[in-house]
């Protein structure tokens, strides 16, 4: 099947980049599969942005399944990804909105056929995140991009994955986020 990643991490010695990017490359690369990718740090996003952005469109046309890679900034994603998402994933290219009477309506999704796997790092614990900040970041994410883009389904919400506290957990905490990354791309290829 055809894979897309998006890594959107400036720091290629991060968790981000150096961890979940490279796993996820590194099992499809092993299962032979076909991949392109979106490094939205490595790209130039000077303005006017319109190659790269049709470059990006082509990508997720042409893509199966994507793999979203990004930590948490000031409670988004990061600057990139946000770009991405807007300019990207736009009215007519993404989704449209159907009239249902009024000045209502509902997004129609156009990349419903798309498998979505997303992996964000917080440098936060998860107990404040959870509670406190009522998940604001996924729940963003999940019900409204993902939503209007891919269309709702639960399993939006359980490909969306957390990984808690990066910057102060142990090698053993790491590798076990690394080996749910790496479990969940085999899932992926094995239902190919």
């Given at each position: 099947?055809?894979?897309?990643i998006?890594?959107?991490?400036?720091?290629?010695?991060?968790?981000c980049?150096?961890?979940?990017?490279?796993?996820?490359?590194?099992?499809?690369?092993v299962e032979?599969?076909?991949?392109?990718?979106?490094?939205l740090?490595?790209?130039?996003?000077?303005r006017?942005?319109?190659?790269?952005i049709?470059?990006?469109?082509?990508?997720?046309?042409?893509?199966d399944?994507?793999y979203?890679?990004?930590?948490?900034?000031?409670?988004r994603?990061?600057?990139?990804?946000?770009?991405f998402?807007?300019?990207?994933f736009s009215?007519?290219?993404?989704?449209?909105?159907?009239?249902?009477?009024?000045?209502?309506?509902?997004?129609k999704?156009?990349?419903?056929?798309?498998?979505?796997?997303?992996?964000?790092?917080?440098?936060?614990?998860?107990?404040?995140?959870?509670?406190?900040y009522?998940n604001?970041?996924?729940?963003?994410?999940?019900?409204?991009?993902y939503?209007f883009?891919?269309?709702?389904?639960?399993?939006r919400?359980?490909?969306?994955?957390q990984?808690?506290?990066?910057?102060?957990?142990?090698?053993?905490?790491?590798?076990?986020?690394?080996?749910?990354?790496?479990?969940?791309?085999?899932k992926?290829i094995?239902?190919?």
């Amino acid at each position: 099947m055809k894979n897309l990643i998006v890594i959107a991490h400036p720091d290629k010695n991060s968790f981000c980049y150096n961890g979940i990017y490279k796993t996820i490359l590194q099992t499809l690369n092993v299962e032979s599969e076909e991949i392109r990718v979106a490094d939205l740090y490595a790209d130039n996003f000077e303005r006017p942005r319109t190659d790269i952005i049709n470059r990006y469109k082509e990508d997720v046309t042409w893509s199966d399944r994507i793999y979203f890679v990004s930590p948490v900034w000031w409670f988004r994603l990061t600057p990139r990804l946000e770009v991405f998402f807007d300019e990207v994933f736009s009215p007519g290219f993404a989704y449209k909105f159907v009239p249902i009477i009024g000045k209502y309506a509902y997004p129609k999704p156009f990349l419903k056929d798309k498998i979505v796997r997303t992996y964000i790092t917080h440098g936060a614990p998860a107990l404040p995140v959870l509670t406190l900040y009522l998940n604001s970041v996924k729940l963003r994410l999940v019900m409204g991009v993902y939503t209007f883009v891919f269309g709702w389904s639960p399993q939006r919400w359980l490909k969306t994955k957390q990984f808690w506290s990066v910057p102060f957990v142990n090698d053993k905490t790491r590798a076990k986020y690394l080996g749910r990354v790496k479990k969940d791309v085999l899932k992926d290829i094995k239902k190919g």
